[in-house]
């Protein structure tokens, strides 16, 4: 068990510009979820996976997001056309069998 | 949006006292989770109470579950400097390996 890797850990980028973050979850694990986390606050839910389907996409996810897990591996999410407002830490777990979901390091991105 | 809010915000107390943690929610839920973050890290599951169940305990950790109040408490005894870190709580409202509903959390600062 080698725990959720998120990449990068840091993403500093210019307003407008595009990013994409990967998500590599533990290896036997069908679900995989993305959250954000604003400073003070709590994990807020955006889109989940069983193995390549996406299953739900929260109201969160603007058009300007989009995320995808191909071969029901790791995943991409990326943002286009980066607003201030994207500011924030993107959180990436996975679970499997009615287990709790473990949770990766996040990616912190800094819009200038 | 966020399901629950902790109580209190943030707790600060000595090396070896007990620390408690309140949350409430709004919605009727199959399961309520407790979670840890260090600064700057993901989170870290502790303990898992499901709506039949009115106390668990784990260690150090003792979880309360009041389904007719929507609340639960979190009780750490003995606290250290380690446990130094923000607890949420997180509410699946299905079974299954559903998405988490966060609260706020609770800073907790441990003073040595």
């Known amino acids: 068990d080698t725990g959720v890797s998120q990449n990068p850990r840091h993403k500093i980028t210019k307003r407008g510009q595009n990013v994409t973050f990967r998500c590599d979850p533990i290896s036997e694990h069908n679900r995989l979820y993305w959250y954000r986390q604003t400073l003070g606050q709590g994990p807020e839910f955006l889109t989940y996976?069983?193995?390549?389907?996406?299953?739900?996409k929260s109201r969160l996810l603007s058009d300007r997001f989009s995320a995808e897990r191909p071969k029901g591996s790791f995943s991409t999410l990326e943002i286009q056309r980066t607003e201030q407002g994207d500011s924030a830490m993107y959180l990436c777990?996975?679970?499997?069998?009615?287990?709790?979901?473990?949770f990766g390091d996040g990616t912190r991105l800094s819009i200038l | 949006s966020q399901q629950g809010e902790e109580d209190p915000q943030a707790l600060s107390i000595q090396e070896g006292e007990n620390a408690t943690m309140n949350c409430s929610y709004k919605t009727s839920i199959n399961n309520l989770q407790w979670y840890r973050q260090n600064s700057g890290r993901g989170l870290v599951h502790l303990i898992l109470i499901r709506s039949n169940e009115r106390e668990k305990h784990s260690g150090r950790l003792r979880v309360t579950l009041d389904t007719s109040k929507k609340s639960s408490s979190l009780l750490i005894t003995a606290s250290r400097a380690a446990d130094t870190a923000s607890y949420f709580c997180a509410t699946e409202i299905f079974s299954g390996n559903t998405p988490l509903v966060f609260g706020k959390g609770t800073r907790l600062s441990v003073i040595a």
């Open positions: 777990a996975s679970s499997q069998n009615y287990q709790p979901q473990h």
């Open positions: 996976f069983q193995n390549e389907a996406q299953l739900e």
